[in-house]
T-cell receptor, first 112, second 114 residues
Framework: DQQVKQNSPSLSVQEGRISILNCDYT??????FLWYKKYPAEGPTFLIS?????DKNEDGRFTVFLNKSAKHLSLHIVPSQPGDSAVYFC???????????FGTGTSLTVIP | ETGVTQSPTHLIKTRGQQVTLRCSSQ?????VSWYQQALGQGPQFIFQ???????GRGNFPPRFSGLQFPNYSSELNVNALELDDSALYLC?????????????FGQGTRLTVV
């Protein structure tokens, strides 16, 4: 049973425009959410996170929004750059902290 | 670079064989988790080790087992390999006492079972 879902397997955007990646979850016990970025032949790299006590967290070009009532989060990348082309995974954990649940990933292509 | 290293990077095994994968944690981290990432899927939690004890397990059969050593490095052992065990195996280290903290992943071991 997939508790974290990324329904868009791929996304293409023009360089300089906004990329919006979406993620939905079903478990109301999740209280910490993360985005990881993965290049081929590398492990996932941590990008940005948000705690359930917040609804927005920003780090440079990356902003994560959390809508707890909708059990939805999104990652905004502005402006998008070709180096952002990678697979992005959404992940969530409950306060046990010992297990991350991952979505299936969205492959982002930023077109120069 | 995360400081988490895994070996080997690639491995081919025959169905029914046993395999051991290794992971060195990032300095200062006391917790190691293992994940299996099948093609086209997100990483799936196998188990976590904290202070050399298993501290949580996902939906994987007992033929998946692990160890954590006093230096916090870890091994993942898989017995009686099946074709469906072919996947990327990821190790992640973290600091358990720090709740709401990210895990740092190694580059993974690509296991192919033939």
């Amino acid at each position: 049973d997939q508790q974290v879902k990324q329904n868009s397997p791929s996304l293409s955007v023009q360089e300089g425009r906004i990329s919006i990646l979406n993620c939905d979850y079903t478990n109301s016990m999740f209280d910490y959410f993360l985005w990881y970025k993965k290049y081929p032949a590398e492990g996932p790299t941590f990008l940005i996170s948000i705690s359930s006590i917040k609804d927005k967290n920003e780090d440079g070009r990356f902003t994560v929004f959390l809508n707890k009532s909708a059990k939805h989060l999104s990652l905004h990348i502005v402006p998008s750059q070709p180096g952002d082309s990678a697979v992005y995974f959404c992940a969530a954990s409950a306060n046990t902290g010992n297990q991350f649940y991952f979505g299936t990933g969205t492959s982002l292509t930023v077109i120069p | 670079e995360t400081g988490v290293t895994q070996s080997p990077t690639h491995l081919i095994k025959t169905r029914g064989q046993q395999v051991t994968l290794r992971c060195s944690s990032q300095s200062g981290h006391n917790t190691v988790s293992w994940y299996q990432q099948a093609l086209g899927q997100g990483p799936q939690f196998i188990f976590q080790y904290y202070r050399e004890e298993e501290n949580g397990r996902g939906n994987f059969p007992p033929r998946f087992s692990g160890l954590q050593f006093p230096n916090y490095s870890s091994e993942l052992n898989v017995n009686a390999l099946e074709l469906d065990d072919s996947a990327l195996y990821l190790c992640a280290s973290s600091l358990l006492q720090a709740l709401n903290t990210e895990a740092f992943f190694g580059q993974g071991t690509r296991l192919t079972v033939v």
